[in-house]
């Protein structure tokens, strides 16, 4: 039984052969040379030989995809899983370490194979258990993030936090770059948020997430994960790209680790928006973040202050809420064509967190494109709001209701002075 | 004491107020905001405050990088050193971490200060120390590289190891892309390698480095390069970008890895080439990797098939092989600038290992453009050899004297048929 991840690239050259490079990669990334083995030896070898699947060649101006200008081709190459251990180090290796220095080339799709997916747990909570755990089924959840941490001490980040939690918030995240510092360390600052999450319960009721910053020596995050649990921390934030996928699977594989992990973009931009280079955005920050374990990941959004493409962003949504990840699509070898299968292993969903430059009146588009399950989240739309940071909050759940509602965002604000505060500073669109 | 790191950025728009952008981006990822502050807290908040050091703005069209097209400016931001944790994920999410999504903007350099690079123990051994475990000090070293390895076994693969080291190489790495696998486990691989190794001794009288490649989970990365160290392994191979700098940074700092470890650029190519986005290569597969500890560094020659602009090549160069590292250019506070302090930690050297697409009638060129503290390094150029592996090897270390001995290689090769047949082959640049 042979079982294969297929990996998509996008290469760009003028003139190149691309069936002939797709061959020269499926060859050159697995068995090194074929043509030249001896028929004995290419029979021993069949099982580790990579396979071109496809190749489409778009010549320029011929209805190409408007972000990538010259000629290129998609390839699609199977690569057998029995050459690679079963962790994303290796499958990146293989599939894009030496091939990234190739010229113009692009990763633009991962699909794991079910055998290689087995070896993964994916998220712990995923959207389901995240919901459980806040008590919430009905409606896309709110986050805020923190406004100015760098150089505050704690009754400021205390202060700051109440804030946001008296406004009705879900979740509220550290900076992404707050680190271990002696202002506000990990565990004292659990404490402190954590404190004031309890007081903001009185009068909101409701249950609330925060996202401690996990940081520091590479050996030591799983402790200091757990010394921000046992403080009482009931979430964490994590910068995945700086530490590699497969640190970010050991903390969500970790028993101890019994939170959820909101997977932060850090560094993101340093691959995947070019359009001839790195990896797209639906690998990168979908496929690989759910299969590594993030219960939450926040992604440029396409409304606001740091763009992504509506359609990536889109793709990035299905990597993470789609039932079975990578479940169609898969190539098994000819020779294994009517062999018995078990299903895809079913990893957990992942909550997409559109981020950056969201104010209330954005979420009749946010939950247009992402439904019900997804987080909006907000910095300067809550922080920003000219009545005070917890009417912030107020003003994003009454835009959530007014479109669970069927309502107009103007016709809802009419009685509530927080929305329609929100909407004479930044508009809506509906 | 302030102590700054200076991240600077190449920023392209058509429209931008680039003084504007650099200052938003100072405030932006240090304190947040900062002229609406009252001034006690910008008193208190300023050693938090980043500096905007110089924008130099390059319209189109004039006397621009060959490279970069369009309107950009180069802008050189002060990070405090008490922002952030002294590691290298802290730094990178800091300079680099949102703002590498907003919009066409490449890192293109970092340069620590004395404070945060003094936190690193840089290579254990580096050129001198390489150098010495060889007993060679007066060449340019010669490494090469395993042709096929997927799906041999341990005769093949040490038959193949000792045509190379018949040859006279000085190492040998693993092919990045083997992982643990059970024809070829990391221990049975290291004790048929070195026993090799010492079979061939026996006719060159050479010691040999055998890089063996480590990878699997992140947090057992430390154990399986001891486990190989305790069947004899002599030095390492690692996929540092699969799993991040300060993981590269904890073997090399584990006191057990008393062994060279050599970095491949696996993945780089998603992260250095483009002109608009990602991290400059001398930044990437140049400062971060001596910073981080690797004693000898891969990258894409400029004269193979797998190519990076000579400039490039040369300023990874810089940063592996000069002094010291930052030494000059470092940022200080104004309030400081009369202060004593102490000379910036002498980080030792990394080896330069130009890579792909390497065949004896490039060494000219290779020791013109590296100086003697280079590794020569082949695959294709030793397997491919006409008269076979070991006279590849051979080929090259002619090449190499040659050069050293101020003769032309066609001079020196009328005596050295092993040499003669290379250049017959592939040609020789004089």
Not at 55 to 79: K, T
Request: with cysteine.
């Amino acid at each position: 039984m042979s079982d294969y991840c297929v990996a998509t690239y996008r290469c760009f050259d003028e003139n190149a052969n691309f069936h002939k490079k797709a061959q020269s990669i499926a060859v050159g990334l697995t068995v090194g040379s074929w043509t030249e083995l001896p028929a004995a030896q290419q029979k021993q070898m069949e099982k580790h030989l990579g396979r071109v699947l496809s190749v489409e060649v778009s010549e320029p101006g011929a209805g190409q995809d408007g972000n990538a200008a010259g000629r290129y081709a998609d390839i699609r190459i199977a690569y057998p899983d029995v050459n690679f251990s079963a962790d994303i180090p290796a499958l990146l290796v293989t599939v894009f370490g030496k091939l990234s220095m190739d010229g113009a080339i692009k990763l633009i799709d991962l699909q794991f194979s079910p055998a290689f997916a087995s070896g993964f747990g994916g998220p712990k909570f995923g959207i389901a258990g995240v919901r459980d755990l806040l008590g919430v089924h009905d409606r896309p959840l709110l986050m805020s993030i923190f406004k100015s941490v760098v150089g505050h001490d704690l009754d400021e980040l205390g202060r700051q936090f109440y804030g946001q939690a008296a406004g009705g918030v879900d979740l509220i995240k550290d900076d992404e770059i707050l680190f271990e510092n002696p202002l506000t360390p990990i565990e004292k600052r659990v404490e402190t948020c954590m404190a004031a999450a309890r007081r903001a319960r009185e009068t909101t009721g409701q249950q609330l997430l925060y996202a401690v910053n996990v940081t520091g020596p590479a050996s030591k995050l799983a402790e200091q994960a757990k010394k921000a649990i046992g403080a009482g921390a009931n979430a964490l934030l994590f910068n995945v790209l700086a530490y590699g996928f497969d640190t970010m699977r050991e903390l969500a594989a970790d028993p101890d680790i019994n939170v959820p992990i909101a997977a932060h973009p850090a560094l993101a931009g340093a691959l995947y928006p070019s359009p001839h280079y790195g990896i797209a955005a639906s690998v990168l920050l979908g496929k690989l973040m759910r299969l590594s374990g993030a219960d939450l990941v926040l992604f440029p959004s396409p409304y606001g202050s740091v763009v992504m493409p509506k359609a990536e962003n889109m793709a990035i949504r299905h990597a993470l809420v789609t039932e079975q990840l990578d479940g169609d699509y898969l190539y098994r070898a000819p020779d294994d064509a009517g062999a018995p299968r078990g299903p895809a292993p079913q990893l957990r969903t992942s909550f997409p967190v559109p981020s950056a430059g969201i104010h209330p009146g954005l979420v009749p588009w946010i939950i247009r494109d992402f439904g019900q399950d997804v987080v909006v989240n907000a910095g300067g739309g809550i922080h920003g709001h000219p009545l005070g940071t917890a009417a912030g909050g107020q003003a994003f759940r009454q835009a959530i209701d007014a479109v669970l509602e069927g309502r107009t965002l103007s016709a809802y604000a009419e009685t509530r002075p927080e929305l329609r505060a929100a909407i004479e500073r930044w508009g809506a669109k509906e």
